[in-house]
T-cell receptor, first 116, second 113 residues
Framework: DAGVTQSPTHLIKTRGQQVTLRCSPKSGHDTVSWYQQALGQGPQFIFQYYEEEERQRGNFPDRFSGHQFPNYSSELNVNALLLGDSALYLC???????????????FGSGTQLSVL | AQKVTQAQTEISVVEKEDVTLDCVYETRDTTYYLFWYKQPPSGELVFLIRRNSFDEQNEISGRYSWNFQKSTSSFNFTITASQVVDSAVYFCALQGGSEKLVFGKGTKLTVNP
């Protein structure tokens, strides 16, 4: 049973470019959340997708956008990259139970994005 | 607003020592969940425990134990007889009614042989 898989594992971009990160949730999961983890910090919530719609969003600018596909996989897009966007981007999946605090998140190993 | 504070940035111990990682949280929600995750160098966050706000019983799982005290808003994590493989960054996290997880900044634990 595959867990949460993310691609690519590492990525180097330059300022102003755009990037797309991909996530496949754990088998049986239908909800995907994205987190940004800067060096030496805890992960910060970016947004969550369920039923192909953004359900909740953290304090991130509109440059950060996402998408969820019918097979529950998800993409995170970041436009006009800034140096400060350099971070580990983590994807987490869960199964919607109708009660938010029952969610148990499973995390992928992340995509390390470096912006030069 | 919800907040998680892990005051210990780094801890270094010698193998077989006991070590406690501190976590203090703030929330106005009456129903919430507290978590501990382990992040090895590979980057993946590994789930260790989830505890709801109505269950203050301490929990033990092998060498791991957790002490939840609502009176002091703390959810501390103790590793007994630490091992080199326990070396990692450990995160405490809080999930209230807003669904998202709020993480602390993490404590880097190094267990030396």
């Amino acid at each position: 049973d595959a867990g949460v898989t993310q691609s690519p594992t590492h990525l180097i971009k330059t300022r102003g470019q755009q990037v797309t990160l991909r996530c496949s949730p754990k088998s049986g999961h239908d909800t995907v959340s994205w987190y940004q983890q800067a060096l030496g910090q805890g992960p910060q919530f970016i947004f969550q997708y369920y039923e192909e719609e953004e359900r909740q969003r953290g304090n991130f600018p509109d440059r950060f956008s996402g998408h969820q596909f019918p097979n529950y996989s998800s993409e995170l897009n970041v436009n006009a990259l800034l140096l400060g966007d350099s971070a580990l981007y983590l994807c987490a999946s869960s199964l919607e139970t109708g009660h938010a605090t029952n969610e148990k998140l499973f995390f992928g190993s992340g995509t390390q994005l470096s912006v030069l | 607003a919800q907040k998680v504070t892990q005051a210990q940035t780094e801890i270094s111990v010698v193998e077989k020592e006991d070590v406690t990682l501190d976590c203090v949280y703030e929330t106005r929600d009456t129903t919430y969940y507290l978590f501990w995750y382990k992040q090895p160098p590979s980057g993946e966050l590994v789930f260790l425990i989830r505890r709801n706000s109505f269950d203050e019983q301490n929990e033990i799982s092998g060498r791991y134990s957790w002490n939840f005290q609502k009176s002091t808003s703390s959810f501390n994590f103790t590793i007994t007889a630490s091992q080199v493989v326990d070396s990692a960054v450990y995160f405490c996290a809080l999930q209230g009614g807003s669904e998202k997880l709020v993480f602390g900044k993490g404590t880097k634990l190094t267990v030396n042989p």
